[in-house]
């Protein structure tokens, strides 16, 4: 098993440039989650998913957007890239228990200039 | 949503024990209690969760209060690989939302 794995492990954006973050996992977990840490703080959760089809939004889903079309996948969209985005953006899953634990991917740091 | 309070940060000496409080009074009776640690630079590691009874696996035991307001994450024996930030973190409803607050920062001396 990969886990967790995002995609990319970098990217510096500039103003107003899009992009999408890529998360997937390999361990048919239908619960599936975005968060956002900005520096010596600690995680935001965005959006959350709890399958295929059901997204959610988080504390924090401003300037950003999601989709769930596999249970594999849970891409995270910026459509307009602001400072205030600069992050480290970490993706994670879950088994459907509340009884398992969460595995985390290793995250994407963004930096919008 | 849930909230945890965990002291700022606190001190071990290698290979000594570590007991990380955290305080949880809202928790409700269905609620497990996680924890995580953060090394730096890397995404957030499960270490344990529990739900009534004190568990125990290969890298801490947790101990959680009879009244669940509280649990001790414990760690054996601190080593220099265990300087990192630690969450507590109760997981409530069926959406699984795990919401962090600012952590322990655990400090490790040789």
């Known amino acids: 098993n990969a886990g967790v794995t995002q995609t990319p492990k970098f990217r510096i954006l500039k103003i107003g440039q899009s992009m999408t973050l890529q998360c997937a996992q390999d361990?048919?977990?239908?619960?599936m989650y975005w968060y956002r840490q900005d520096p010596g703080m600690g995680l935001k959760l965005i959006y959350y998913?709890?399958?295929?089809?059901?997204?959610d939004k988080g504390e924090v889903p401003n300037g950003y957007n999601v989709s769930r079309s596999t249970t594999e996948d849970f891409p995270l969209r910026l459509e307009l890239a602001a400072p205030s985005q600069t992050s480290v953006y970490f993706c994670?899953?879950?088994?459907?228990?509340?009884?398992?634990?969460?595995?985390f991917g290793s995250g994407t740091r963004l930096t919008v200039v | 949503d849930a909230k945890t309070t965990q002291p700022n940060s606190m001190e071990s000496n290698e290979e000594e024990p570590v007991h990380l409080p955290c305080n949880h009074s809202?928790?409700?009776?269905?609620?497990?209690i996680h924890w995580y640690r953060q090394l730096p630079s890397q995404g957030p590691e499960y270490v344990i969760h529990g739900l009534t009874s004190n568990v125990n696996n290969r890298m801490a035991s947790l101990a959680i209060a009879e009244d669940r307001k509280s649990s001790t994450l414990i760690l054996h024996r601190a080593t220099l690989r265990d300087a990192a930030v630690y969450y507590c973190i109760f997981v409530s409803g069926n959406t699984g939302k795990l919401i962090f607050g600012q952590g322990t920062t655990l400090q490790v001396k040789p």
């Open positions: 361990m048919n977990h239908n619960y």
């Open positions: 998913s709890v399958g295929a089809g059901i997204t």
């Open positions: 809202t928790i409700s009776g269905t609620d497990y």
């Open positions: 994670a899953s879950r088994r459907d228990s509340e009884d398992y634990g969460y595995t």
